[in-house]
């Protein structure tokens, strides 16, 4: 079965401008979570999607947004962006309930100049 | 506030080699998954453990889980330079939601 598709995977934007970034998860899974990766800050979790409702939520500022359609695909969206956003953003889904795992896309490489 | 320690950091080894990473919290989790991850690429989930106690195999990597749900350990017998790689621990704390938390990482080279 496919995997989680990311798009872009790479992108460049100035200050300033905003960005958005999508997600596909697995067909079925109905979770939807996103991470920042940094060198010196590891995976940050920014919000996790469920049935186009945001569960839980990160300790990234309001500039930092998402949503859920109801086929399960994400997006999330960056607003005036710093350069300290340039990171990879990871998406990840996964099944329902505690014990599974995630199945994270290849990410987008997102660079701030 | 890290809330999982993953040690060590950084290990460079020799092939044939066998290692340990650890992964400690003073939290509770319900379940504690190992992810390995390559440069450019997303994690990739290697095992999900919830029993406390408990142990599972991959071939070459042994994983357990703390009898007290806290801990976590991974250990690769007579590594291999296909081993490389970032490897992460991560978790959902007991009663904390549904949000998962990763440490920092153990970055693995292994030298042939």
């Known amino acids: 079965k496919a995997g989680v598709t990311q798009t872009p995977r790479y992108l460049i934007k100035t200050r300033g401008q905003q960005v958005t970034l999508s997600c596909s998860p697995i067909?079925?899974?109905?979770?939807v979570s996103w991470y920042q990766q940094t060198p010196g800050q590891g995976l940050q979790f920014l919000f996790e999607?469920?049935?186009?409702?945001?569960?839980n939520k990160g300790n990234f500022p309001g500039r930092f947004s998402g949503r859920q359609f109801s086929n399960s695909r994400s997006e999330m969206n960056v607003s005036t962006l710093e350069l300290g956003d340039s990171a990879l953003y990871l998406c990840?889904?996964?099944?329902?309930?505690?014990?599974?795992?995630?199945?994270f896309g290849s990410g987008t490489r997102l660079t701030v100049v | 506030t890290q809330l999982l320690e993953q040690s060590p950091q950084f290990l460079s080894i020799q092939e044939g080699e066998n290692l340990t990473v650890y992964c400690n919290s003073s939290?509770?989790?319900?379940?504690l998954q190992w992810y390995r991850q390559e440069p450019g690429e997303g994690p990739v989930l290697l095992v999900t453990?919830?029993?406390?106690?408990e142990v599972k195999k991959l071939k070459r990597l042994t994983f357990q889980f703390g009898d007290a749900r806290k801990d976590s350990s991974l250990h690769i017998t007579a590594a291999q330079p296909g081993d490389t790689g970032l490897y992460l621990c991560a978790g959902k704390i007991l009663g904390g939601g549904f949000k998962t938390i990763f440490g920092a990482g153990t970055r693995l080279f292994v030298k042939a």
């Open positions: 999607y469920f049935s186009e409702t945001q569960r």
């Open positions: 067909s079925g899974h109905r979770s």
């Open positions: 939290s509770v989790f319900s379940s």
């Open positions: 990840a889904s996964s099944g329902t309930g505690e014990i599974y795992g995630y199945t």
């Open positions: 453990v919830v029993t406390g106690g």
